[in-house]
């Protein structure tokens, strides 16, 4: 699908350490790292534009990304992330309504199995997606993370939508 080297670069960040993959001219993915080493410290422009928005992100200071994607997917995961993409800042949506939106009420599973497969987590925001009755349910990072960032976009968007999912205000994350 691409010619280009594939850049790898890892970060440290409030959720572990992050691998990001890059072409010269779109972010491949982003991996959750069981490690904190970090091994890999190869960079371009388009890797230096994401490190720059995770890290503002993170800061609280950064609500939509603005990078060149380019995940590898089937046409029906490129739709359900295309419709991940769309879901704001501090909000959150089922996997039900995202089945609605494709047009299949029935394709829910399939919906979290595409969600699963996300190869950028965070910047397409498959945290975003709960269960039915607002659970978490999956999260390939764990639900610690998930649960972690939602509750940090509920922090910084003001957002009351989300309490319900929390039992309390902090959340501490251990690596």
């Not at 594939?6 to 992050?18: A, C, E, F």
């Not at 829910?108 to 950028?120: E, H, L, S, T, Y």
């Not at 610690?144 to 999912?165: A, C, D, I, P, V």
Request: with cysteine.
């Amino acid at each position: 699908m691409f010619e280009n080297k594939v850049y790898k670069h890892d970060i440290d960040s409030p959720i572990g350490s992050l691998r990001i993959s890059a072409s010269d001219s779109a972010i491949l993915s982003i991996n959750f790292l069981d490690s904190h080493e970090l091994t890999f410290s190869d960079i371009n422009p388009i890797i230096e534009k994401c490190k720059d928005q995770l890290d503002k992100y993170f800061d609280g200071g950064l609500k939509e990304f603005d990078l060149s994607l380019a995940p590898e997917g089937s046409d029906f995961q490129i739709n359900v992330w295309n419709l991940v993409s769309e879901v704001s800042y501090g909000e959150t949506v089922s996997y039900e309504t995202i089945a609605l939106q494709i047009g299949d009420k029935n394709s829910v599973r399939a919906v979290g199995n595409a969600n699963g497969k996300n190869p950028i987590p965070i910047i397409i925001p498959c945290h975003r997606i709960v269960g039915k009755n607002n659970d978490l349910t999956g999260y390939a990072g764990g639900l610690n993370r998930k649960q972690w960032l939602l509750s940090h976009e509920k922090f910084f968007s003001g957002s009351e939508k989300q309490l319900s999912f929390f039992e309390e205000d902090k959340i501490e994350f251990n690596v």
